[in-house]
């Protein structure tokens, strides 16, 4: 399908509302970027994802977009409560795949002899589970599964594996509200019970950074960020947990539309949806969050068994390390917001698809610690090259429905980027770069090279020429392990 | 990723559909303790059957642990599937995992007549 743009300005392109399209398409890229953005049918998603009924504002797309399974990755889209649907295609599945960044008050001279004979990335790959079929040492009861599907982060942090302070710079304080155990599968109980404190594979990791450039002093020293200083990465989600109840809910919401009870036709079956009333609706959303804030315990567990294995190896005691959470964000949700649409306060249920919240300086969701500043927004790049910090602007409020991009996109799909790796060894081609890397999967390392992502200082800049953050720091990698 | 399969009865379809998921995930696939059991899948028609067929197939594996080895498909029709599953249980230091599948998605999903039998088409979430 061949769709056409009209450009608004250096980084907005519309896609007018044509035929069964409720509302116009809002891509944010620029010249360069919208050239291979229409290489692949992620517009073409945009299309069939303003055709859902209930949607308000925009079909928006992301600049680091390209297709997904339903919803294209790096979607974002907001439905009116009473008349609008909630789709686990718009969330993923992997629900609360998110992020969270770590400092220390560690420079990057500090910790050169141990990236250097790789003892802190291989106490770090032994250490954290990682990779396909791992399991981790925490099993899970029944009722501790519940316990975590509705507590969240606090669930890790009341065994001592880390602090209050962890949760007050957590989304939505580390676990969302409205999560029932009781809509939840056998089968999703089931894969969830030893995957609590796993990272996964693919393009998941934990990435020991160093602060390499300073774009907003002000904001770095409130993020407590500095020029040299060691930073670590995390990025998982809610594993097969969250997994099986999307597909779970897919399913169900499937037949449901193919038995008539669906009053539009669906135009991908991919996108498959129910009212945000309907009973069906309410419990995705309920199970949605149990696996948010699964993955939000994850993260905690984690990150505390990163910063435990950083103590060991370095010999150092917690003070010396100043090992803080930064803030966590996820990446792929749905979540009841009050937003401005058609001038009116409206709470509506935006999507965020490979898409992270950027909530500007002042918002009452934010803790107190972020209303000056703003939303610490984390931008982890692929493999081999720099993430970024930013900070949620007003401008994402006003156009996106307080939302930014995630990441770099892919350009090439996992097969394509295998093919192109043949014959090399990705590992020493980033060792000469001083990026130590270790990863269970040789594939791994292949489908997540540098090359099969978009350029990420380019999704940035459209992000901040589009105002809907500001830019802060960025790091560049030292170490990484990968599942 | 995903795969094209082809089969002359729709039986070999499915059957050659679940073979390939399994090879995709696991390389080696050396015997072990069988067990038997019977499969039942429903769906709306073909290309639902088909997602929901390997769903099952990729939860034996995700959810219990199990590796398909073989199958004899009893009975299929375009909205149910009725087979006996040959699986042994997974072991990582004789299975070896080559890649992640997370789930079988509806994503261009196809299940077409072709001249000399029938063609599937499938996404898979990796």
């Known amino acids: 399908m061949n769709i056409s743009l009209e450009k608004i300005d250096d980084y907005r392109w519309l896609i007018p509302q044509t035929g069964a399209m409720h509302v116009p398409g809002l891509v944010f890229a620029n010249r360069e970027l919208i050239r291979s953005i229409q290489e692949d049918q992620s517009l073409t998603q945009v299309v069939n994802v303003a055709m859902l009924p209930g949607i308000v504002g925009h079909s928006l797309a992301m600049p680091d977009i390209h297709w997904g399974y339903g919803f294209p990755i790096g979607g974002v889209a907001a439905f009116d409560m009473d008349e609008g649907i909630v789709s686990p295609g718009g969330v993923g599945y992997d629900i609360n795949c998110g992020c969270r960044l770590m400092t220390t008050l560690l420079r990057g001279d500090d910790i050169h002899p141990f990236m250097k004979e790789k003892d802190l990335v291989s106490a770090l790959f032994r250490n954290i589970p990682s990779g396909v079929g791992s399991r981790s040492p925490i099993h899970l009861s029944r009722s501790e599964e519940n316990q975590v599907a509705v507590m969240g982060a606090e669930w890790a942090v009341k065994r001592g594996l880390g602090t209050p302070r962890d949760l007050e710079r957590t989304e939505d304080h580390g676990a969302m509200e409205g999560a029932d155990p009781s809509v939840l599968s056998e089968r999703a109980i089931k894969r969830g019970h030893d995957q609590l404190g796993t990272l996964g594979s693919g393009n998941h990791f934990v990435e020991i950074q160093v602060v390499d450039q300073i774009f907003d002093p002000e904001k770095a020293r409130q993020f407590h960020l500095f020029e040299g200083q060691v930073t670590v990465f995390i990025h998982t989600g809610s594993r097969g947990f969250g997994h099986q109840i999307c597909d779970d809910f897919l399913k169900e919401m499937s037949k449901s539309a193919h038995s008539g009870h669906a009053s539009f036709e669906l135009p991908d079956r991919q996108l498959a949806c129910a009212p945000l009333t309907s009973d069906l609706g309410r419990r995705y959303l309920a199970a949605m969050a149990c696996a948010a804030n699964y993955a939000w315990a994850n993260r905690q567990i984690l990150m505390h068994w990163t910063m435990e294995i950083f103590l060991k190896t370095l010999s150092l005691r917690p003070e010396e390390l100043g090992m803080n959470l930064l803030y966590d964000v996820c990446h792929n949700i749905a979540k009841k917001e009050l937003h401005q649409v058609s001038g009116k306060a409206t709470m509506v249920c935006v999507h965020r698809k490979g898409a992270t919240r950027a909530l500007p300086p002042g918002h009452p969701l934010l803790p107190q610690v972020y209303r000056p500043t703003g939303q610490p927004v984390l931008i982890p790049g692929d493999m081999g090259t720099h993430s970024y910090v930013l900070a949620g602007a007003p401008g994402a409020m006003e156009r996106s429905f307080g939302s930014s991009c995630h990441g770099a996109g892919r350009v090439l799909s996992r097969t394509q980027a295998v093919k192109q790796a043949k014959g090399r060894a990705i590992h020493r081609e980033l060792e000469d770069r001083g990026i130590f890397v270790q990863s269970r999967g040789i594939r791994t390392l292949k489908e997540e090279m540098p090359e099969a992502y978009k350029d990420i200082s380019q999704v940035v800049d459209v992000v901040v020429g589009a105002n809907l953050a500001t830019k802060v720091a960025r790091v560049r990698p030292l170490g990484v392990i990968k599942g | ?126």
């Open chain 2, 1 to 126: 990723m995903g795969i094209r399969v082809t089969g002359p009865t729709l039986e070999d379809l499915f059957k050659n559909a679940a073979q390939s998921l399994m090879e995709i995930i696991i390389k080696k696939r050396p015997a072990g303790k069988r067990s038997l059991f019977s499969l039942s899948v429903t769906g709306d028609d073909l290309p639902d059957l088909m997602v929901r067929w390997l769903g099952e197939i990729l939860y034996l594996f995700e959810g219990d642990s199990k590796v398909v080895m073989d199958m004899d498909i009893d009975a299929v029709t375009e909205t149910r599937i009725d087979a006996t599953v040959h699986t042994v249980p997974f072991n990582p230091t004789l299975h070896e995992v080559v890649t992640e599948i997370k789930a079988v998605t509806y994503h261009r999903i196809e299940v077409v007549r072709e001249k000399d039998g029938w063609q599937a088409t499938v996404i898979f979430d990796l």
